[in-house]
């Protein structure tokens, strides 16, 4: 049995959590203080009227709920009748109720007036505040309503007069031409366009050459860096092993001057179990003579 009131509770929270949040959605959109000839109510009377718009994309049943409104100090409330089935606005649906101080002529009929107030809220069940706006009663003109609207200039929503009233429907009257028309009525031939375009994609050309070149040439000091510190050891290295054959080369290079200064000096060796043979630079040898032939007679006596 427990669990079953703890199940129904968790239910219950749950279903309020999902209703409150479905109120956030419900926004004051359009009020008319001094209605003397545009929209009557379903008695035929110009009167004054608020209208809600469900600004989500799931109905949402305002039932319960309550709209208020602040004479001077005094606060005025009315609780939205639940058992209407007309009080669930469709998603970006509208629903007009009339400030007329007559609540028992229907749902949409509040014990309130809005020439003697300045402030009207939109609250949930538990009075906690989903919208509210504020205005001055003395500036209201007749049959001019005010909401929200987007400001031509800036371009931002903000609430104040509207060109014309429109209950059960979006305040924006005119229509609103998308950025890319507007474009196009300023730039009909497409120079404009066209010149932008090729601005835009030379100059990320530009930008991609200079952010590649100087990614190339810190990647080459880098190296460059990396090379002189790898070749400094073995240049010192060298620049060793050079010395010391510098020198021994020198020694021998004198070791070998002395031995041919003493070879043009001396060309015979003094030594005399050594054979020493010059070479003869004459055609002409008496190894060849024909005088010392063997074919020569020898001389008789």
Not at 221 to 239: L, N, V
Request: glycine letters at 6%.
């Amino acid at each position: 049995m427990m669990k079953r009131l703890l199940i129904l509770l968790c239910l219950a929270v749950s279903a309020s959590a999902l209703h409150a949040q479905g109120l956030k959605d419900i926004r004051i959109n359009e009020v008319l203080v001094d209605n003397r000839t545009s929209y009557v109510d379903d008695h035929g009377n110009h009167v004054g009227w608020i209208e809600l718009h469900n600004t989500g994309y799931s109905s949402v049943n305002i039932g319960g709920a309550y709209l208020t409104v602040k004479q001077g100090d005094a606060t005025r409330t009315y609780r939205i009748p639940k058992n209407d089935a007309r009080t669930q606005i469709a998603p970006q649906g509208y629903v007009i109720f009339f400030a007329d101080s007559t609540s028992n002529r229907g749902t949409f009929h509040t014990n309130f007036v809005l020439d003697e107030t300045g402030y009207i809220a939109f609250m949930d069940q538990g009075k906690n505040v989903m919208d509210s706006v504020v205005y001055d009663v003395k500036a209201q003109l007749p049959d001019v309503s005010i909401g929200w609207s987007f400001h031509p200039k800036s371009g931002e929503l903000t609430f104040g007069p509207l060109a014309g009233i429109t209950p059960m429907q979006a305040n924006e009257t005119e229509e609103t031409l998308p950025a890319a028309e507007k474009f196009r009525q300023r730039d009909p031939s497409g120079a404009v366009m066209a010149i932008t375009a090729m601005s835009v994609v030379f100059s990320a050309l530009i930008l991609l050459y200079l952010f590649f070149r100087t990614i190339g040439k810190t990647m080459n000091r880098a190296t460059q860096k990396k090379e002189q510190k790898t070749a400094a050891p073995a240049a010192a290295t060298a620049k060793t092993a050079s010395a010391s054959t510098d020198q021994l080369i020198g020694e021998e290079i004198a070791a070998i001057a002395i031995a041919l200064r003493r070879y043009e000096e001396d060309l015979h060796d003094i030594e005399s179990h050594v054979l020493t043979i010059n070479r003869v630079a004459r055609v002409y040898s008496p190894w060849s003579s024909k005088i010392y032939g063997l074919n020569n007679q020898p001389i008789r006596k």
